[in-house]
């Protein structure tokens, strides 16, 4: 089951599970459709304050974020990534989910001063709570890829950031440069599929070869 398909690694995590052949079927769960079409995928448009019980399933990914800009407010971005995140772990824990991978941030720490770092620090602690088998919290730099075909906005600051960091290059520690969100979605599937017990924290150093 991949939780947020329709955004930048979750489109990426989508990808790579249904050209996966190990996967026979897979559950894309969000409040917008994907506009992939396969075989082997299954849609389901929710509300994440009202969550249906889940389909059954073995692995869970959880790609769901947003930003306070684009949210509206520091409530309506908490509601995402903290409480949507955290109702659907429990809820595919609920329907036999055993292994999950969510992705977090560089930078998360629920004793931050910095409200977003806060909120994922949080909402790690949560996942860890939740009581999988195996737990994998990816924690990718500043994410590279095409928001533009998603129908995200633009970030200027963002643009500037990607070519000052790609820019400079080796100069920045492996954990703080810009990252494909490609490399990201194969790194969390690759760890997933080891299926070692416990918990798990890939560093956005660590997917940088994804």
Known sequence: MVVG?????????????LADKTYAKVH????????????????????????????RVTDCFIAL???????GSQAAFRA??????????LAAHASGAINAGVVSAMGADPQSMVF?????????GAMLEVGFDCLVIARPSMLAGQRE?????????ER???????????LIP???????????ARSLVRAMKNGVHGNHLLLSGDMQTG
């Open 5 to 17: 398909a329709t955004g930048l690694v979750g489109r990426e995590i989508l990808a790579v599970l």
């Open 28 to 55: 894309s769960v969000g409040r917008r459709a994907s506009p992939l079409s396969h075989a082997k995928l299954i849609q389901h448009q929710v509300d994440f304050a009202a969550l249906p019980s889940l389909p």
């Open 65 to 71: 974020g947003t930003t306070i800009k684009v949210a």
């Open 80 to 89: 995402i990534d903290f409480d949507a995140v955290r109702a659907v772990a």
């Open 116 to 124: 977003y770092n806060r909120v994922k620090g949080e909402m790690e």
């Open 149 to 157: 075909t998603l129908g995200q906005p633009v970030r200027a600051g």
């Open 160 to 170: 500037i950031a990607l070519l000052v960091t790609r820019g400079l290059g080796p």
């Open 174 to 184: 492996a954990n703080y440069r810009s990252i494909a969100a490609e490399s990201v």
